[in-house]
């Protein structure tokens, strides 16, 4: 089993920035595939970012692209989500998530995940 825990979000103008912390506990996530996701309401949730916890391969939705950045540290079995240049449109519930393997697949679906955080609301105010 693997807990997972958000914190960080807030509400912010557009053009500022969040820093998202995912704190796991439960197992060693050498082998893990760890992944952010979002939920506006009304839609479905939707792939953010993802991180191969041992080999650091990264992906991004192309809608993040070139403004968020995910990390881990691995001594204090964290991920982050550090979100710049924000707009209105990244309004959302964000939630961590993990599945295990480190596969060649992107794991961009949210049914590609096992375990899943509570989530922490982002507000991005125009």
């Known amino acids: 089993q693997v807990q997972l825990l958000e914190s960080g979000g807030g509400l912010v103008q557009a053009g500022g920035s969040l820093r998202l912390t995912c704190a796991a506990s439960?197992?060693?996530?050498?082998?893990?595939?760890m992944g952010w996701f979002r939920q506006a309401p009304g839609k479905e949730r939707e792939f953010v970012s993802a991180?191969?916890?041992?080999?650091?391969?990264?992906n991004y939705a192309d809608s993040v692209k070139g403004r968020f950045t995910i990390s881990r540290d691995t001594s204090k079995n964290s991920l982050y989500l550090q979100m710049n240049s924000l707009k209105p449109e990244d309004t959302a519930v964000y939630y961590c998530?993990?599945?295990?393997?480190?596969?060649?697949?992107?794991?961009?679906?949210?049914?590609?995940?096992?375990?899943w955080g509570q989530g922490t609301q982002v507000t991005v105010s125009s």
């Open positions: 439960g197992r060693t996530l050498d082998t893990y595939t």
């Open positions: 998530a993990a599945r295990p393997g480190l596969g060649a697949v992107a794991y961009s679906s949210a049914g590609d995940y096992e375990y």
């Open positions: 991180i191969k916890w041992l080999l650091g391969r990264i």
